[in-house]
C-alpha cells in the first residue's frame, strides 16, 4: 500500500483537474540530482508493471509466425509477419513506430527486425521485447498491457503515466510507489538521486509528491 502522503498529493491532483471531455492520463514528473547523465549507466531506462494498471489502451504489436501469430490475434493490436516488416518503407516504419507502445517479436526474427526496423525503433527505445520458443504470447501482450516504460535518456526530468483520473487515487498512488521502490532500489544513490516528484493529470496542475 501507497505512502499517504502519495495518496493525498493524487488527490489533490484529481481534484484541481479542470474538467474536459476527454478522460485524461495522470503522469509523474521526476527530477532527478546529482547524477552524471552523460554517463549512459547512470540512465534510467526501465518496464514497470503498474499493479493497477495504466488506465489507458497499450497499442502492443507482435511479429510472430505460424502458431504464434496465430495465438497473438487474441491479445495484440496488431500482428505483423517478417515480410510484413520487410515491406515496411520508412514512413510507415515511423508511423507504426509512434502509435505503438511496446513491440513483441519471435527471438529469430530480432535480427532481420534490426536490419529493417533498428534505426527507428532503437532511438525511441521501441526494440521488441524478445519471445522464446517456451514463453507465452497472450501472457507476454496481457503484461505489458499494464507496463510503463520509465527513461530519462540524458535529461535530469522525465515523464511517466501512472493512471488515468477515472481511476482511484488509492490505485494511482500504489502505481506510484512502485516506481519510486523501483528507482530507489536502481539509482546510485537511492532516494538521494530524487530531487522531486510531481504527479498531475494531462492539463491539470503540478502537485509535490515528494
Same mark, same amino acid.
Given at each position: 500500500? /501507497? &505512502?499517504? *502522503?502519495?495518496?493525498? @498529493?493524487?488527490?489533490r %491532483?484529481? !481534484?484541481?483537474?479542470?474538467?474536459?471531455?476527454?478522460?485524461?492520463?495522470?503522469?509523474?514528473?521526476?527530477?532527478?540530482?546529482?547524477?552524471d547523465l552523460?554517463?549512459?549507466?547512470n540512465?534510467?531506462?526501465e518496464s514497470?508493471?503498474?499493479?493497477?494498471?495504466?488506465?489507458?489502451e497499450?497499442?502492443?504489436?507482435?511479429?510472430?509466425e505460424g502458431?504464434?501469430?496465430?495465438?497473438?490475434?487474441?491479445?495484440?493490436?496488431?500482428?505483423?509477419?517478417?515480410?510484413?516488416? /520487410? &515491406?515496411? *518503407?520508412?514512413?510507415? @516504419?515511423?508511423?507504426? %513506430?509512434? !502509435?505503438?507502445?511496446?513491440?513483441?517479436?519471435?527471438?529469430?526474427m530480432?535480427?532481420?527486425?534490426?536490419?529493417?526496423?533498428?534505426?527507428?525503433?532503437?532511438p525511441?527505445?521501441?526494440?521488441?521485447?524478445?519471445?522464446?520458443?517456451?514463453?507465452?504470447?497472450?501472457?507476454?501482450?496481457?503484461?505489458?498491457?499494464?507496463t510503463?516504460?520509465?527513461?530519462?535518456?540524458?535529461?535530469?526530468?522525465?515523464?511517466?503515466?501512472?493512471?488515468?483520473?477515472?481511476?482511484?487515487?488509492?490505485?494511482?498512488?500504489?502505481?506510484?510507489?512502485?516506481?519510486?521502490?523501483r528507482?530507489?532500489?536502481?539509482?546510485?544513490?537511492?532516494?538521494?538521486n530524487i530531487?522531486?516528484?510531481?504527479?498531475?493529470?494531462?492539463?491539470?496542475?503540478?502537485?509535490?509528491?515528494?
Amino acid at each position: 500500500m /501507497a &505512502d499517504s *502522503d502519495i495518496q493525498t @498529493a493524487v488527490t489533490r %491532483a484529481l !481534484e484541481d483537474a479542470p474538467d474536459r471531455n476527454f478522460t485524461e492520463t495522470v503522469d509523474l514528473a521526476i527530477n532527478l540530482r546529482d547524477l552524471d547523465l552523460n554517463e549512459p549507466s547512470n540512465r534510467v531506462d526501465e518496464s514497470v508493471v503498474l499493479p493497477s494498471g495504466t488506465g489507458q489502451e497499450t497499442q502492443i504489436v507482435v511479429i510472430a509466425e505460424g502458431e504464434t501469430a496465430v495465438r497473438a490475434e487474441e491479445a495484440a493490436d496488431q500482428v505483423l509477419s517478417e515480410s510484413d516488416v /520487410a &515491406d515496411l *518503407d520508412d514512413d510507415e @516504419a515511423k508511423d507504426l %513506430a509512434d !502509435e505503438t507502445d511496446f513491440f513483441i517479436a519471435e527471438e529469430a526474427m530480432m535480427q532481420d527486425i534490426a536490419r529493417h526496423l533498428g534505426t527507428i525503433l532503437g532511438p525511441r527505445g521501441k526494440m521488441p521485447d524478445p519471445l522464446g520458443p517456451d514463453d507465452d504470447v497472450v501472457e507476454t501482450v496481457n503484461r505489458l498491457k499494464n507496463t510503463v516504460q520509465i527513461r530519462s535518456r540524458d535529461r535530469r526530468t522525465f515523464h511517466t503515466r501512472v493512471g488515468a483520473e477515472d481511476m482511484d487515487a488509492e490505485n494511482i498512488a500504489d502505481n506510484i510507489d512502485v516506481i519510486l521502490r523501483r528507482l530507489h532500489a536502481d539509482l546510485e544513490k537511492g532516494p538521494q538521486n530524487i530531487d522531486t516528484v510531481y504527479v498531475k493529470t494531462t492539463m491539470g496542475p503540478s502537485v509535490e509528491v515528494a
